[in-house]
T-cell receptor
Framework: GQQLNQSPQSMFIQEGEDVSMNCTSS?????WLWYKQDPGEGPVLLIA?????ELTSNGRLTAQFGITRKDSFLNISASIPSDVGIYFC???????????????FGTGTQLKVEL | DGGITQSPKYLFRKEGQNVTLSCEQN?????MYWYRQDPGQGLRLIYY???????QKGDIAEGYSVSREKKESFPLTVTSAQKNPTAFYLC???????????????FGEGSRLTVL
């Protein structure tokens, strides 16, 4: 099936630094979702984007729906230790029988924060 | 509080045994999903159900089976036919497919299965 390419795969940053990561697709999306997964837990939805060019914030997190509709970006400002985890992008690559978006998840960006 | 509960959190199985993972939700969601997560890979869809008494295969359904007898419950059975069952299994739910926000999934805390 289709894959979403996330970069970087992992990053080591200092506490207080800003973080940027992105996700690209070979096809056009009408929705981009960003999830965070803490170690040993299930992913939690951070931000949902539904319109090309849309810029949405959730606290220190800001995500953008790329104008080409083939990419999305997630930024974290002033990182703190609890930002550690894996960040996944997700987008609809197909439709379920009977309707609804079938999501494909990126391979994730692992974030580690040094004190 | 509303949410999704998976059990058990950790499970060990001998080769050749079937094992069933439980998933219960009280969010009144119509759609439920099972994903498999392996290190360094994204989540891969095993099975999904959009309504009670109906379910469809996902991308990696071989060696797995599910049932959806109640709206709240979507158990996954990992059968002995699954060649490499050691993985982290995640259950999720969402509102009725096709509606606004239908792509937004709510996940359980996961079940880690290890085959000895």
């Amino acid at each position: 099936g289709q894959q979403l390419n996330q970069s970087p795969q992992s990053m080591f940053i200092q506490e207080g630094e800003d973080v940027s990561m992105n996700c690209t697709s070979s096809s056009i999306f009408n929705t981009w979702l960003w999830y965070k997964q803490d170690p040993g837990e299930g992913p939690v939805l951070l931000i949902a984007l539904y319109k090309a060019g849309e810029l949405t914030s959730n606290g220190r997190l800001t995500a953008q729906f790329g104008i080409t509709r083939k990419d999305s970006f997630l930024n974290i400002s002033a990182s703190i230790p609890s930002d550690v985890g894996i960040y996944f992008c997700a987008g609809p690559t197909d439709f379920f029988t009977g309707g609804g978006n079938k999501l494909t998840f990126g391979t994730g960006t692992q974030l580690k924060v040094e004190l | 509080d509303g949410g999704i509960t998976q059990s058990p959190k950790y499970l060990f199985r001998k080769e050749g045994q079937n094992v069933t993972l439980s998933c219960e939700q009280n969010l009144n969601h119509d759609a439920m999903y099972w994903y498999r997560q392996d290190p360094g890979q994204g989540l891969r869809l095993i099975y999904y159900s959009q309504i009670v008494n109906d379910f469809q295969k996902g991308d990696i359904a071989e060696g797995y089976s599910v049932s959806r007898e109640k709206k709240e419950s979507f158990p996954l059975t990992v059968t002995s036919a699954q060649k490499n069952p050691t993985a982290f299994y995640l259950c999720a739910s969402s509102i009725a497919p096709g509606g606004a926000g239908s792509g937004e999934l709510f996940f359980g805390e996961g079940s880690r299965l290890t085959v000895l």
